[in-house]
């Protein structure tokens, strides 16, 4: 039964579809996952018996990721990383186009193409990292110590979860003003999927997959 006392990434990992419970009342559940769902409702101004009994009712949906650490690695590579670098361009190109025809709207989004390209260029070495490093140490029996690599990721997670909330405040939320036209209404629409895929991809590393290499080390660093 999920309690109040309960840790939010907790609740993630273990009621199967509580992520999407979590995105729809915008409750991190990745990088600031380490508190209590009480906090977190309060946080968003969210009903805390309401939210349990949200959670309570789920009906259990299939968990998507595979649980043995050599798939869950594989689908991380192929679910995230190559969707991310596939999907970010599109997303700074229609976010600099609508800038640029809509810059005299007090709706236009000013800022969301360098945004997005900082958060592009930084994931994608961060990926790489991971990809040159860390996912290969974790395939072949971790022959050193992951700690430090591990902390390093977690803390451009935390960078990257702070990136998102701008994201959102420069979007309205993914909500696109009245009238506005098919590709800022698209941008808005790919800025949401990057918001929920990111938040997904962060939450099956921090929660589920780094934690079988460093112990408590992932709860650590974030509290």
């Known amino acids: 039964m ?40 309060a946080t968003r101004g969210v009903d805390v018996n309401s939210l349990i009994a949200e959670l309570s009712g789920l009906r259990g949906e299939a968990v998507e990721a595979p649980s043995e650490t050599p798939d869950l690695i594989a689908y991380i590579l192929e679910r995230y990383h190559e ?3 596939r999907e970010f361009p599109e997303a700074i190109r229609m976010a600099r186009r609508v800038e640029a025809v809509h810059r005299d709207s ?22 790489a990292r991971e990809e040159a490093v860390l996912f290969p140490a ?38 696109p003003p009245p009238g506005a036209c098919t590709t800022w209404r698209a941008l808005y629409a790919a800025c949401q999927k990057l918001d929920t895929d990111l938040r997904m991809h962060m939450h099956l590393e921090n929660n589920v997959l780094f934690p079988r290499f460093s112990g408590n080390l992932a709860g650590d660093a974030r509290d």
């Open 2 to 41: 999920t309690t109040e006392d309960q840790l939010v990434r907790d609740i993630a990992v273990e009621v199967p579809g509580a992520t999407a419970v979590f995105r729809r009342h915008k409750i991190d559940f990745c990088c600031k996952g380490g508190v209590p769902l009480s906090e977190a409702a």
């Open 83 to 85: 969707v991310h670098r």
């Open 106 to 127: 007090p709706d236009c989004p000013q800022g969301l193409g360098d945004l997005l390209a900082v958060m592009a260029h930084e994931l994608d070495e961060h990926q």
């Open 138 to 175: 974790m395939l072949n029996g971790a022959p050193f110590d992951l700690s430090f690599p591990i902390r390093r990721m977690l803390m451009e997670h935390d960078d990257l979860g702070d990136q998102l909330e701008t994201l959102g405040k420069l979007t309205t939320d993914f909500l």
